[in-house]
């Protein structure tokens, strides 16, 4: 089921299916390791509608939501998650 | 030999570099560009290297200043060696950039920082088999303590004197990627292009439709001898300008145009080769990495729990501020005053030296009331700047700072800003030079440059505490407060406004996308705090004094002659008449308008200045307001405040502009802006108070 990063919840995992737009913006998300593919997981939101704080690869990202709402992924349930996997 | 570092943000390359080069370094500035240039001699068993720290970044694609630096360096200027630091704890995205090196730069060594941090989180990292994989050297460094980081220059040097290149493993493409670049080799193996680079490289960015291959530069290096006198050090050398000699075109355009048409557009590539090269590091990462309990939190997982938690985040954050804010500026008042006190100790001596050689009058005067007293008044805060920047650096470095751009962001958004700018507005408000210099995170240079222009808005220290005076004593009591306020609004309002307005006249229509890194927290090292804190207070120093001497004499020859003449027929006087009419529609005389044009040496003086020129002789800014009650309407005075809160930024705020923004054009714009935006304001305040019946 495809949905956008912005829309997930706090804890909630999900594996990116691509970015939509291009330009800059796209070009900084794929140096900083959205890639199709990877796994990330929404770590928290900042208050007023601050950007979010998503964990991938190990590390930790800020975007705001206007740019989460370009990337879509599809949900993932934690449970299936398998660490090893959860790397790339 | 030149050899390059290499690597990520926040993955410790200052640290190496700082422990490398000691005291030889050289900072400049890129040609062109708002980033430091920082270089340095090495000398090993009678061998000369200069070793350069390049950008911190996480690509060498061209979207910011930092890539574009790195990227346009090691293709123009051809370093004999990378060193690339690698962060253990963070190592995919870090090898994404390796790799990038490696298929443009054979001769590289990989640095391991961080496995301490790292074996925190739980991973571990085999650096032998990551040598194997990638068939590169691999030296373990922990950089926080200096350990490794001598072998790390020692394998360096080695890779550089190789007869041959090494051939690191080349990255697996896909294999409908790999026959496309396999077909573009072959279309560029007989140009010239394949001495200087390597083909596989040249191919792919070919297939990128790269502008930078084709290509030749030559390096104009204006760069003072690199000397190893103290005084070479922070020396702002001239930058290092690249030239373009000539540009030719690639072959294999119809092989590019028959690829579009199947599909294979330029940015499809592009996402292709990124996807290929993370898809290629996951297939290797079990080869040298383990990961234990990786959903056990880490430290840095504790401690964002209440940095960025939406109930504590934000008093933690005022707390930090404040703690700052205390030290920077309330806790260094007694070194300031003890260097105001040096000064004037030393010019006391001096003015009886010239006293003893019987120097005429004026020249005492000159010494005492012009040059000291001047420069005297800069060099008071300069305490203010080395500790505030102390305390930033340890911000930035620690990883605080991000957070404090994460919590502020929202805030920033509103006014069309980056939420970095957040720290650096609010430390304005202690004094805007090192809010000025405060943005140097700032990656977007459009973003950096509205920010360092709506800086001086923000009323700092020095003109609160003169505020605070005036207001104390024409609207006493709590009266006062609500006075005090509304202006701190005005002034909010307008930053607010500049911010959007300048957004416009910067020609920033992109809105500044915000991906940042949390990076872990760690502690950092005393030598990383106090190398760049003294670098930034020497420089701004450097370029300060001369500036400050002479608006000082200026000022004092101005105000000074013609002697014996009542203060309304001085020179200064007389410019006071002139400008009058400028004030005129603001109820101002000219008094007011001479301690405005004085002022912008240094605001604080505004109130003696003001003392003198009404013939009060007083020293304590509160009789000074108080004997002005007599001359001003309290309208009057309002109006006054309004203009001085926001009439051009001091002197040395100016110079920091010009040396942050490297621009004569956008200082003086700034310094026009503020100068009209302060007298609409006063204007506007001025009549609307009497058209609302106010006095």
């Known amino acids: 089921m495809e949905r956008f990063l912005g829309d997930l919840k706090t804890g909630e995992w999900a594996r990116v299916e691509r970015i939509d737009g291009g330009g800059a913006l796209r070009r900084r998300m794929m140096d900083m390791g959205i890639v199709p593919g990877v796994e990330l997981e929404v770590v928290r939101q900042a208050p007023f509608g601050g950007p979010l704080q998503v964990r991938l690869k190990g590390y930790y990202l800020a975007m705001r939501r206007a740019e989460c709402a370009k990337i879509v992924v599809s949900k993932k349930d934690p449970k299936c998650y398998d660490p090893l996997l959860a790397s790339r | 030999m030149k050899i390059a570092l290499i690597g990520n943000p926040n993955v410790g390359k200052s640290t190496v570099f700082n422990a490398l080069t000691g005291?030889?370094?050289?900072?400049?500035?890129?040609?062109?560009?708002?980033?430091?240039?920082?270089?340095?001699?090495?000398k090993r068993a009678s061998q000369e290297i200069e070793l350069i720290d390049l950008p911190g970044t996480y690509s060498l694609t061209a979207y910011s200043q930092e890539e574009i630096i790195t990227r346009e360096y090691i293709i123009r200027e051809k370093p004999d060696v990378v060193m690339a630091m690698v962060d253990a704890s963070n190592i995919e995205r870090n090898l994404y950039l390796v790799l990038q090196i490696l298929e443009l730069v054979p001769r590289v060594v990989i640095g391991l920082n961080m496995l301490d941090l790292a074996q925190s989180a739980g991973i571990t990292i085999e650096s032998s088999n990551l040598a194997l994989a990638l068939n590169v050297p691999v030296v373990e460094i922990v950089a926080a303590k200096g350990k490794g980081i001598e072998e790390f220059l020692t394998e360096a040097i080695r890779v550089?004197?190789?007869?041959?290149?090494?051939?690191?493993?080349?990255?697996?493409?896909?294999?409908?990627?790999?026959?496309?670049?396999?077909?573009?080799?072959?279309?560029?193996?007989?140009?010239?292009?394949?001495?200087?680079?390597?083909?596989?490289?040249?191919?792919?960015?070919?297939?990128?439709?790269?502008?930078?291959?084709?290509?030749?530069?030559?390096?104009?290096?204006?760069?003072?001898?690199?000397?190893?006198?103290?005084?070479?050090?922070?020396?702002?050398?001239?930058?290092?300008?690249?030239?373009?000699?000539?540009?030719?075109?690639?072959?294999?355009?119809?092989?590019?145009?028959?690829?579009?048409?199947?599909?294979?557009?330029?940015?499809?590539?592009?996402?292709?080769?990124?996807?290929?090269?993370?898809?290629?590091?996951?297939?290797?990462?079990?080869?040298?990495?383990?990961?234990?309990?990786?959903?056990?939190?880490?430290?840095?997982?504790?401690?964002?729990?209440?940095?960025?938690?939406?109930?504590?985040?934000?008093?933690?954050?005022?707390v930090v501020l404040t703690v700052v804010f205390w030290m920077s500026f309330i806790a260094s008042a007694p070194i300031g005053g003890a260097v105001s006190l040096g000064m004037a100790w030393v010019a006391e001596v001096m003015v009886g030296w010239l006293q003893w050689v019987q120097a005429p009058e004026f020249m005492?005067?000159?010494?005492?009331?012009?040059?000291?007293?001047?420069?005297?008044?800069?060099?008071?805060?300069?305490?203010?700047?080395?500790?505030?920047?102390?305390?930033?650096?340890?911000?930035?470095?620690?990883?605080?700072?991000?957070?404090?751009?994460?919590?502020?962001?929202?805030?920033?958004?509103?006014?069309?800003?980056?939420?970095?700018?957040?720290?650096?507005?609010?430390?304005s408000f202690g004094c805007n030079v090192p809010g000025i210099m405060a943005t140097r995170t700032l990656e977007d240079p459009k973003d950096r440059l509205i920010t360092i222009l709506i800086n001086p808005l923000i009323p700092c220290v020095p003109r609160l505490g003169v505020m605070s005076a005036v207001?104390?004593?024409?609207?006493?009591?709590?009266?006062?407060?609500?006075?005090?306020?509304?202006?701190?609004?005005?002034?909010?309002?307008?930053?607010?406004?500049?911010?959007?307005?300048?957004?416009?006249?910067?020609?920033?229509?992109?809105?500044?996308?915000?991906?940042?890194?949390?990076?872990?927290?760690?502690?950092?090292?005393?030598?990383?705090?106090?190398?760049?804190?003294?670098?930034?207070?020497?420089?701004?120093?450097?370029?300060?004094?001369?500036?400050?001497?002479?608006?000082?004499?200026?000022?004092?020859?101005?105000?000074?002659?013609?002697?014996?003449?009542?203060?309304?027929?001085?020179?200064?006087?007389?410019?006071g008449g002139w400008l009058a009419f400028i004030g005129q529609p603001l109820g101002f005389d000219w008094r007011i308008m001479v301690a405005i044009v004085f002022g912008f040496t240094a605001k604080e003086t505004t109130l003696s200045t003001l003392g003198i020129l009404y013939g009060v002789a007083a020293d304590a800014s509160q009789s000074i307001a108080q004997a002005m009650t007599g001359a001003m309407t309290p309208l009057g005075a309002y109006t006054f405040l309004v203009v001085y809160m926001l009439y051009i930024p001091c002197l040395a705020s100016v110079v920091t502009t010009y040396k942050e923004s490297r621009n004569l054009g956008w200082t003086s714009f700034g310094v026009a802006y503020s100068l009209i935006l302060s007298f609409v304001m006063g204007w506007i305040v001025f009549h609307g108070g009497q058209a609302l019946g106010f006095r």
């Open chain 2, 23 to 42: 005291s030889n370094q050289q900072v400049g500035n890129w040609a062109g560009k708002t980033v430091e240039r920082k270089s340095g001699v090495v």
């Open chain 2, 160 to 318: 550089g004197k190789l007869e041959n290149d090494p051939l690191p493993n080349e990255v697996s493409y896909p294999k409908v990627l790999e026959q496309k670049i396999l077909a573009m080799e072959a279309l560029l193996v007989d140009t010239l292009w394949v001495t200087r680079y390597p083909l596989r490289w040249l191919a792919i960015k070919r297939l990128e439709r790269d502008p930078e291959i084709g290509q030749t530069w030559k390096i104009n290096s204006g760069k003072l001898p690199i000397g190893k006198s103290r005084d070479a050090c922070c020396d702002l050398g001239e930058a290092v300008n690249y030239e373009l000699q000539e540009s030719t075109p690639l072959p294999g355009e119809s092989l590019l145009q028959d690829y579009e048409r199947e599909g294979w557009t330029k940015d499809h590539f592009e996402m292709a080769i990124a996807d290929a090269k993370y898809q290629y590091i996951s297939a290797i990462l079990p080869q040298f990495r383990k990961h234990e309990n990786p959903a056990k939190p880490t430290f840095t997982d504790r401690l964002d729990r209440w940095i960025l938690s939406p109930f504590w985040g934000y008093p933690i954050m005022l």
């Open chain 2, 364 to 427: 005492q005067s000159l010494v005492r009331d012009g040059i000291f007293a001047g420069v005297g008044a800069v060099l008071a805060f300069v305490p203010q700047i080395a500790i505030f920047f102390a305390l930033f650096s340890f911000m930035q470095d620690s990883g605080y700072l991000a957070r404090a751009a994460f919590l502020g962001d929202r805030f920033m958004q509103l006014m069309g800003l980056h939420g970095k700018s957040f720290f650096s507005l609010i430390s």
């Open chain 2, 471 to 575: 207001v104390a004593a024409f609207f006493p009591g709590s009266r006062g407060a609500l006075i005090m306020i509304s202006l701190l609004l005005i002034s909010m309002l307008l930053v607010m406004f500049s911010a959007l307005f300048l957004r416009r006249v910067v020609k920033h229509t992109e809105r500044s996308a915000f991906v940042m890194e949390l990076p872990l927290y760690h502690i950092p090292t005393v030598r990383n705090i106090l190398v760049p804190t003294w670098q930034k207070t020497y420089s701004f120093l450097k370029r300060a004094w001369t500036f400050i001497l002479v608006a000082s004499i200026v000022v004092w020859i101005l105000s000074s002659y013609p002697q014996g003449v009542p203060m309304s027929e001085t020179w200064a006087g007389i410019m």
